[in-house]
């Protein structure tokens, strides 16, 4: 237990994940596992995240989950016309969860979670061919969820909770596509906030009709960061009144958009677990990230971003091969939340396919280790991102992308 | 068992670490994705002047020298398989002026200023600071860009060139003497023993810029055939340019596998020439009319009077008339190619004193085909003495010679540039090398623009984005526009696949108030 907080901490210490609409679907390494399923199964108390329903039908009274992930995440951009390239140099991002459920009655059972779902670490190279739109972002948010989960009967049972939210983001970019100092070094400016709260909710349901049946829904709402009196830093400022810029504070809205989730699994042949998840992310939320400086003399920052809703398409299988082992497989379509002429390199995002598999180790009747993997897969992508204007024209970033990701996690699960 | 758990964990990570990078089908950085062509970029020599250099705003600093077209275009040549390196005669800072023996000798580069209480641009003034560049500390060569600004067709093969000696007496060039091999070596004899692959030329601007820049003050030297006696504001025999300008076509293509030689551009492409207006003299009806009457005894009297006897022409007395009126007036100009008539003025039936008979000299009122140059636009109305009220420059007092570019002037200029541009675009038939009207392409920036993503390239003082504060050089974004223009002559010409750069990337003049006052 004590290794285990040690490991949350330094996950905690370092940022969070893969270039991709900022949403992180890595919440449990045996959800994972299996394609990230997890509305309709009941096996650990990873359901806090993934349906707090699922918790009172655990059949261990005291139930502790955490693990974290490794992600590996790069993104390569180039664009032919003009032979511009470039590679991201992103950190490894560690995003990790801890769940614990706790069954205080036979219809009642509570929750924990602390997970963090959203975040976005992308380091291009400083002054690349689109530094005028990022040179690097690092966005987490921490969710910590009390849940309560209730039976209603034999075959449905409700779950929720509240969320409290803890956001931090930080992100640089030059000016402009050619403004600098005398001496030739791009301006550029650094926001920065930390510390962003918000409250926010999870409800959901489950229904089992038969003994291998379960279906499931859940909701995650919207929750809206607002990061007020965050710093801007501006480097590299010409000494002009025509470039007013000096540091100052700046407010700025980033949604996480709500998350709407069916789905179920079916036992058969005894030893086989099927599963399929339904995720649909609101993301039509995220319009413009909008960035408003507090020293009226500097022009704010509009970034227009027309997000569309994305569905996510997730299947998993289980097979308990072993008293000792049990093998879980998953794969799942990933539709990018990104609209035609939006492509933002910092969140450079297109259609992607996830491949997982990953075990359970059973060491003692108490003590599971769980491991997974994902590999994430995305094609190449010509796209242009058209919200960049320079003299009130657009003039549209455009390249060719090619991103990966993988990420092994590793989690350990104790039940009492 | 758990041993074994990490041991398979440990490597999915090793797994991660070589597995993630992500791959293009084609990647733009893989060898032949771009093509040289017929062409050998592995050793890229430029040869030329300030604009070779990357002279920029009335200097050479680093920055402007990193926006070179030859460096922009070395950078796009090393995507197909030309060098990684291009080395240039770098200058010790971002300044731009220039010690010789601790004097400054060249001038700190121009930057915008604006008012710090209105935000209203204020025009270029000079940056200031103190200079780090010693001429007499050598630079290391070799250096792939050998631009030497200043140079002239001719200098190009004048041994001694780069002597520090000389500078004071104008016989050498401080920039050359940076990085001259040695105080009798040629700036074409150290390009061409770096045995170019592939060069580029574009010389000869000089030999008629200086002369326009100079307002016309001095020389036309067409049928001079010996350049040692020329001045330096004076234009360069068509003969002597073709002279030595093929003597430097055949010695950088000795070794190499092709080039590219650019024309001279039209002075009248460059807001140098085209920012201040002919038409610049606000004067009120009384004002005129007071002016007038100053002149009425020229007009009426002395012009007639002197068509009388056959000192000028009926059209060379109309041309002199002097006529205000209430708006905006043409100034009163010296223009030395109008007979002088101060001597005359001073003897009978005139009997003008000095004073007047020498202002009266070779005067006449500017018109709208005169091109006033840049530098004019702080004497214009201004009081040529400033306790005088009535020493106003262009209503009392002419604006000088060297201010005005006249219709005479721009004749001999734009004869002596078509003569280079023959010469340019015939060697380069003769030798199979690309021929790059750059002449061309300025005058489209200057006439309509050309379009970027970003907006209209122009050749707009200031605004424009073409050309930076001293009016006569490129921005990096006009440098950038160059690099394109020879990039895709080179394409055309070798069969290659050199991408272009885009000019919305690079940026055109700097702000900043760090000025001396």
């Given at each position: 237990?004590?290794?285990?907080?040690?490991?949350?901490?330094?996950?905690?210490?370092?940022?969070?994940?893969?270039?991709?609409?900022?949403?992180?679907s890595?919440q449990g390494n045996k959800s994972l596992a299996m394609g990230h399923t997890g509305v309709a199964i009941v096996n650990s108390s990873e359901s806090v995240f993934f349906n707090p329903a699922g918790l009172v039908y655990l059949e261990n009274k005291l139930s502790i989950t955490g693990g974290?992930?490794?992600?590996?995440?790069?993104?390569?951009?180039?664009?032919?016309?003009?032979?511009?390239?470039?590679?991201?140099?992103?950190?490894?991002?560690?995003?990790?969860y801890?769940y614990g459920s706790y069954q205080a009655t036979d219809w009642l059972a509570f929750g924990i979670g602390?997970y963090?779902?959203?975040?976005?670490?992308?380091?291009?190279?400083?002054?690349?061919?689109?530094?005028?739109?990022?040179?690097?972002?690092?966005?987490?948010?921490?969710?910590?969820q009390?849940t309560v989960s209730i039976k209603l009967s034999e075959y449905f049972s409700i779950g929720g909770g509240?969320?409290?939210?803890?956001?931090?983001?930080?992100?640089?970019?030059?000016?402009?596509?050619?403004?600098?100092?005398?001496?030739?070094?791009?301006?550029?400016?650094?926001?920065?906030?930390?510390?962003?709260?918000?409250?926010?909710?999870t409800a959901g349901a489950m229904f089992r009709p038969t003994e291998s049946l379960t279906i499931g829904a859940h909701y995650r709402?919207?929750?809206?960061?607002?990061?007020?009196?965050?710093?801007?830093?501006?480097?590299?400022?010409?000494?002009?009144?025509?470039?007013?810029?000096?540091?100052?504070?700046?407010?700025?809205?980033?949604?996480?958009?709500?998350e709407m989730t069916v789905g179920l699994s079916y036992e058969f042949c005894d030893k086989w677990l099927f599963a399929f998840d339904f995720n649909r992310?609101?993301?039509?939320?995220?319009?413009?990230?909008?960035?408003?400086?507090?020293?009226?003399?500097?022009?704010?920052?509009?970034?227009?971003?027309?997000?569309?809703?994305?569905s996510t398409y997730r299947f998993g299988l289980q097979y308990d091969a072993t008293k000792m082992f049990t093998l879980r497989a998953g794969y799942y379509f990933?539709?990018?939340?990104?609209?035609?002429?939006?492509?933002?390199?910092?969140?450079?995002?297109?259609?992607?396919?996830g491949?997982t598999a990953g075990l359970t180790v059973n060491i003692s009747d108490h003590l599971q280790i769980d491991a997974s993997?994902?590999?994430?897969?995305?094609?190449?992508?010509?796209?242009?991102?058209?919200?960049?204007?320079?003299?009130?024209?657009?003039?549209?970033?455009?390249?060719?992308?090619?991103?990966?990701?993988?990420?092994?996690?590793?989690g350990v699960t104790y039940k009492m | 068992?758990?041993?074994?758990?990490?041991?398979?964990?440990?490597?999915?990570?090793?797994?991660?670490?070589?597995?993630?990078?992500?791959?293009?089908?084609?990647?733009?950085?893989?060898?032949?994705?771009?093509?040289?062509?017929?062409?050998?970029?592995?050793?890229?020599?430029?040869?030329?002047?300030?604009?070779?250099?990357?002279?920029?705003?009335?200097?050479?600093?680093?920055?402007?020298?990193?926006?070179?077209?030859?460096?922009?275009?070395?950078?796009?040549?090393?995507?197909?398989?030309?060098?990684?390196?291009?080395?240039?005669?770098?200058?010790?800072?971002?300044?731009?002026?220039?010690?010789?023996?601790?004097?400054?000798?060249?001038?700190?580069?121009?930057?915008?200023?604006?008012?710090?209480?209105?935000?209203?641009?204020?025009?270029?003034?000079?940056?200031?600071?103190?200079?780090?560049?010693?001429?007499?500390?050598?630079?290391?060569?070799?250096?792939?860009?050998?631009?030497?600004?200043?140079?002239?067709?001719?200098?190009?093969?004048?041994?001694?060139?780069?002597?520090?000696?000389?500078?004071?007496?104008?016989?050498?060039?401080?920039?050359?003497?940076?990085?001259?091999?040695?105080?009798?070596?040629?700036?074409?004899?150290?390009?061409?023993?770096?045995?170019?692959?592939?060069?580029?030329?574009?010389?000869?601007?000089?030999?008629?810029?200086?002369?326009?820049?100079?307002?016309?003050?001095?020389?036309?030297?067409?049928?001079?055939?010996?350049?040692?006696?020329?001045?330096?504001?004076?234009?360069?025999?068509?003969?002597?340019?073709?002279?030595?300008?093929?003597?430097?076509?055949?010695?950088?293509?000795?070794?190499?596998?092709?080039?590219?030689?650019?024309?001279?551009?039209?002075?009248?492409?460059?807001?140098?020439?085209?920012?201040?207006?002919?038409?610049?003299?606000?004067?009120?009806?009384?004002?005129?009319?007071?002016?007038?009457?100053?002149?009425?005894?020229?007009?009426?009297?002395?012009?007639?009077?002197?068509?009388?006897?056959?000192?000028?022409?009926?059209?060379?007395?109309?041309?002199?008339?002097?006529?205000?009126?209430?708006?905006?007036?043409?100034?009163?100009?010296?223009?030395?190619?109008?007979?002088?008539?101060?001597?005359?003025?001073?003897?009978?039936?005139?009997?003008?004193?000095?004073?007047?008979?020498?202002?009266?000299?070779?005067?006449?009122?500017?018109?709208?085909?005169?091109?006033?140059?840049?530098?004019?636009?702080?004497?214009?109305?201004?009081?040529?003495?400033?306790?005088?009220?009535?020493?106003?420059?262009?209503?009392?007092?002419?604006?000088?010679?060297?201010?005005?570019?006249?219709?005479?002037?721009?004749?001999?200029?734009?004869?002596?540039?078509?003569?280079?541009?023959?010469?340019?675009?015939?060697?380069?038939?003769?030798?199979?090398?690309?021929?790059?009207?750059?002449?061309?392409?300025?005058?489209?920036?200057?006439?309509?623009?050309?379009?970027?993503?970003?907006?209209?390239?122009?050749?707009?003082?200031?605004?424009?984005?073409?050309?930076?504060?001293?009016?006569?050089?490129?921005?990096?974004?006009?440098?950038?526009?160059?690099?394109?223009?020879?990039?895709?002559?080179?394409?055309?010409?070798?069969?290659?696949?050199?991408?272009?750069?885009?000019?919305?990337?690079?940026?055109?003049?700097?702000?900043?108030?760090?000025?001396?006052?």
């Amino acid at each position: 237990m004590k290794k285990l907080l040690l490991f949350s901490v330094v996950a905690l210490a370092t940022a969070v994940t893969y270039a991709g609409g900022y949403r992180v679907s890595l919440q449990g390494n045996k959800s994972l596992a299996m394609g990230h399923t997890g509305v309709a199964i009941v096996n650990s108390s990873e359901s806090v995240f993934f349906n707090p329903a699922g918790l009172v039908y655990l059949e261990n009274k005291l139930s502790i989950t955490g693990g974290a992930f490794g992600v590996f995440s790069d993104v390569a951009y180039q664009n032919a016309a003009t032979g511009a390239s470039a590679m991201t140099d992103s950190p490894v991002g560690t995003p990790f969860y801890l769940y614990g459920s706790y069954q205080a009655t036979d219809w009642l059972a509570f929750g924990i979670g602390v997970y963090s779902p959203f975040g976005s670490t992308v380091e291009y190279e400083d002054d690349w061919a689109g530094s005028h739109l990022v040179n690097n972002i690092d966005l987490a948010a921490i969710f910590v969820q009390p849940t309560v989960s209730i039976k209603l009967s034999e075959y449905f049972s409700i779950g929720g909770g509240p969320i409290y939210v803890n956001g931090s983001v930080n992100f640089n970019r030059n000016l402009n596509r050619t403004l600098t100092d005398l001496d030739g070094n791009r301006s550029e400016v650094t926001v920065d906030a930390t510390g962003v709260t918000k409250w926010g909710w999870t409800a959901g349901a489950m229904f089992r009709p038969t003994e291998s049946l379960t279906i499931g829904a859940h909701y995650r709402s919207e929750i809206i960061l607002d990061a007020e009196d965050g710093d801007a830093d501006f480097e590299n400022i010409p000494n002009s009144p025509l470039t007013p810029f000096a540091d100052t504070t700046f407010n700025a809205s980033l949604p996480l958009p709500a998350e709407m989730t069916v789905g179920l699994s079916y036992e058969f042949c005894d030893k086989w677990l099927f599963a399929f998840d339904f995720n649909r992310a609101f993301w039509d939320v995220y319009e413009s990230l909008d960035i408003d400086f507090a020293d009226e003399n500097i022009p704010d920052s509009f970034n227009p971003r027309n997000y569309k809703n994305a569905s996510t398409y997730r299947f998993g299988l289980q097979y308990d091969a072993t008293k000792m082992f049990t093998l879980r497989a998953g794969y799942y379509f990933d539709e990018s939340p990104v609209t035609e002429g939006f492509f933002s390199p910092e969140t450079p995002r297109n259609d992607s396919n996830g491949y997982t598999a990953g075990l359970t180790v059973n060491i003692s009747d108490h003590l599971q280790i769980d491991a997974s993997f994902l590999y994430l897969h995305f094609n190449e992508v010509d796209a242009s991102y058209d919200g960049y204007t320079e003299n009130g024209q657009s003039v549209p970033f455009r390249g060719t992308y090619k991103s990966s990701a993988f990420a092994p996690g590793l989690g350990v699960t104790y039940k009492m | 068992m758990k041993k074994s758990i990490y041991i398979v964990l440990g490597g999915l990570l090793t797994l991660g670490f070589v597995g993630c990078e992500p791959e293009f089908d084609t990647p733009v950085t893989d060898e032949g994705f771009y093509s040289s062509g017929d062409a050998d970029l592995s050793n890229y020599v430029a040869v030329g002047n300030s604009l070779t250099a990357g002279f920029a705003d009335g200097a050479l600093y680093i920055t402007g020298q990193e926006n070179s077209y030859p460096n922009i275009m070395a950078q796009q040549f090393a995507l197909a398989g030309g060098s990684e390196t291009f080395t240039q005669p770098l200058m010790a800072d971002n300044l731009g002026g220039l010690l010789l023996n601790g004097t400054q000798v060249g001038q700190n580069r121009f930057v915008l200023a604006a008012d710090p209480m209105t935000g209203e641009p204020l025009g270029p003034v000079i940056l200031e600071g103190t200079p780090t560049t010693e001429v007499t500390t050598s630079a290391t060569g070799p250096f792939n860009n050998m631009g030497v600004p200043g140079a002239k067709s001719f200098h190009l093969v004048a041994p001694g060139y780069g002597n520090p000696g000389g500078i004071l007496s104008g016989a050498a060039n401080p920039f050359y003497a940076r990085f001259a091999t040695s105080g009798t070596s040629t700036v074409l004899g150290d390009a061409a023993s770096l045995s170019p692959s592939f060069f580029s030329l574009w010389i000869g601007n000089n030999d008629i810029l200086s002369y326009a820049t100079a307002g016309g003050a001095g020389v036309d030297q067409t049928g001079n055939l010996d350049p040692s006696t020329y001045g330096f504001n004076d234009i360069t025999d068509p003969n002597v340019f073709a002279a030595v300008y093929s003597e430097q076509v055949a010695a950088l293509n000795a070794s190499a596998s092709g080039g590219v030689l650019v024309n001279i551009p039209d002075v009248t492409s460059i807001p140098f020439f085209t920012t201040v207006p002919s038409q610049s003299i606000p004067l009120d009806a009384a004002t005129a009319a007071a002016v007038n009457a100053q002149f009425a005894l020229y007009n009426t009297q002395v012009l007639p009077g002197l068509v009388g006897v056959g000192v000028i022409s009926a059209e060379e007395a109309a041309a002199r008339q002097i006529n205000f009126s209430a708006g905006v007036n043409f100034p009163i100009m010296v223009d030395d190619d109008l007979t002088d008539i101060s001597m005359i003025l001073q003897g009978p039936p005139f009997n003008l004193p000095a004073s007047i008979a020498g202002l009266l000299g070779q005067l006449r009122q500017a018109t709208n085909d005169d091109l006033v140059v840049l530098t004019a636009s702080s004497e214009l109305g201004s009081l040529a003495d400033p306790n005088d009220p009535n020493s106003v420059v262009g209503v009392a007092v002419p604006l000088g010679d060297e201010f005005v570019l006249t219709t005479v002037e721009q004749e001999r200029v734009a004869t002596a540039t078509a003569a280079y541009n023959g010469t340019i675009r015939a060697l380069a038939a003769a030798n199979g090398l690309g021929f790059v009207d750059a002449r061309a392409a300025l005058a489209q920036v200057a006439d309509g623009g050309v379009s970027y993503d970003g907006g209209l390239l122009t050749s707009e003082f200031v605004t424009g984005g073409a050309f930076s504060l001293d009016g006569v050089h490129p921005t990096p974004r006009g440098y950038a526009y160059t690099a394109n223009l020879i990039i895709d002559k080179i394409n055309q010409t070798y069969n290659a696949t050199i991408p272009n750069v885009n000019i919305g990337n690079y940026g055109t003049i700097t702000l900043a108030n760090n000025v001396s006052n």
